[in-house]
């Protein structure tokens, strides 16, 4: 029995790979590390250097930009939730990177269930969220949870007041994200609790992930947003000038 069809018992990371340049890779490993060892298995430096160069093979055969998904499952054992496996299994698919085309307009919405924490990405994990954004039919949303705000569908949320950029704490509904840690310790980005009620006297908002790494919310809940050039500005600075070219 796959184990991780059956149960779940599997994470991943999502990330761009930009002529040969993957951003951080070492914090994808950690994190993918993380979501294993909490099943009970190791990911040891011999595979994960395996995996990183398959990563790199595959992406350059598809696009000079790709986007890709790596997922490690802890693989193939006996049917019962406290078999165990020998062998991890991992696939991993590519795709061009396609920028977005329209302009990012997020709306807020009260996520519903009790937040779980979040250390990292378990595939498990996606089937509530998937739920609800069939059922909302966008993926343009940033959500709270009484009265504080979360994060995105598959982003951490970044918000602009007073001159500084903020970031909910990682934690219970919200992913520790590999771009929100690097623009955390390049000092651009502060992590405290965020009021719901700052969605709506921000000044900007963006969204960061490891595929698109930065986007700037033209809207909230319908309220145009007049981002300073200098919001924008520090958060382009925090990159290296490849990175920066494609912001």
Excluded at 89 to 106: E, S
Excluded at 237 to 243: D, R, T
Aim: charged share 15%.
């Amino acid at each position: 029995m796959e184990r991780g069809l059956a149960y779940a018992e599997g994470c991943f990371e999502t990330f761009r790979i930009v002529h040969g340049i993957l951003f951080d890779w070492p914090a994808h490993v950690q994190r993918l590390q993380r979501g294993l060892a909490a099943f009970g298995y190791e990911l040891d430096r011999a595979m994960a250097d395996m995996l990183y160069r398959q990563c790199l093979q595959q992406a350059s055969a598809v696009a000079d930009d790709a986007l890709v998904r790596l997922t490690v499952s802890v693989g193939e054992a006996e049917q019962g939730l406290l078999q165990m496996s020998g062998e991890m299994v991992a696939r991993i698919q590519v795709k061009a990177y396609q920028p977005r085309q329209t302009p990012l307009q997020l709306q807020s919405c009260c996520w519903p269930w009790d937040v779980r924490p979040k250390i990292a990405k378990w595939t498990g994990d996606y089937a509530h969220l998937s739920m609800l954004l069939r059922r909302l039919g966008t993926m343009d949303v940033v959500f709270t949870h009484e009265e504080m705000v979360l994060a995105g569908a598959v982003a951490n949320t970044l918000i602009y007041r007073q001159g500084q950029w903020w970031t909910p704490p990682a934690g219970p509904g919200v992913l520790p994200g590999v771009i929100r840690a690097h623009l955390i310790a390049a000092g651009v980005v502060r992590e405290a609790a965020c009021p719901a009620a700052w969605l709506h006297d921000c000044e900007a908002l963006a969204l960061s992930n490891s595929g698109a790494f930065v986007q700037l919310a033209q809207q909230i809940d319908g309220r145009v947003l007049h981002a300073p050039s200098e919001a924008w500005g520090s958060l382009c600075a925090a990159f290296p000038p490849v990175i920066r070219t494609l912001l």
